[in-house]
């Protein structure tokens, strides 16, 4: 499975919310149509720039669901995919949110290096391979050492891809072109 069939740009959308902090999901909704009508071909809700680690669970599901029926595959107008944002500090924890999340329709997972832990490769290897095993919902790791103090070596992906075809695309923002090098070199072109 090609990430291109994710589109060649993808958006990762911002979540407005309302002066009292609440989620506005109407906004939302009306962005994500906003960002398809100009040339997004995915969007990425819930990641970084969506504010994804400040909101509760239950609004990440439901905001999820709404971009998903306003432009995913439910949606009435132009149709995109629609990502994710599943990952939390916790293995046991991301598989049971990316099961909640599987329900709201959505195309594929971006799932971050666990944060705060700093975990090793091995532990790298085993996290997101214990989530991949978990669904066949499309994963695409997020590599983001700047927030979790570590980053995921492209001999780990390589490890990765090679025993799990689901996982399909890393989000790369280490900053770091000689990694990107690599991982262009070690992965497979798709």
């Not at 002066?19 to 909704?29: F, M, Q």
């Not at 100009?38 to 439901?62: C, D, F, R």
């Not at 195309?107 to 997101?128: C, R």
């Not at 000689?178 to 991982?183: F, Y």
């Amino acid at each position: 499975m090609a990430i291109a069939k994710f589109g060649r740009v993808i958006t990762a959308m911002i979540t407005p919310f309302k002066e009292n902090g609440d989620v506005n999901y109407e906004g939302a909704s009306s962005l994500s149509k906003y960002l398809v009508n100009h040339g997004s071909e995915g969007i990425l809700v819930g990641g970084t720039t969506g504010e994804g680690a400040t909101m509760s669970s239950e609004e990440k599901l439901k905001l999820y669901k709404m971009i998903v029926d306003a432009v995913g595959k439910n949606g009435t107008e132009k149709r995109v995919s629609v990502i994710g944002n599943v990952g939390t500090i916790g293995t046991k924890e991301t598989i049971e949110f990316l099961k909640e999340a599987e329900k709201t329709g959505i195309d594929a997972a971006l799932v971050i290096v666990p944060f705060y832990v700093k975990p090793t490769q091995e532990g790298m290897y085993q996290h997101f391979k214990a989530i991949a095993e978990s669904t066949e919902l499309p994963i695409i790791l997020y590599n983001v050492p700047g927030r979790v103090g570590v980053s995921i070596q492209p001999e780990t992906i390589k490890r990765l891809t090679d025993v799990c075809p689901n996982i399909v695309g890393v989000k790369d923002a280490a900053g770091n072109w000689d990694q990107v090098t690599k991982e262009k070199i070690l992965l497979p072109d798709d």
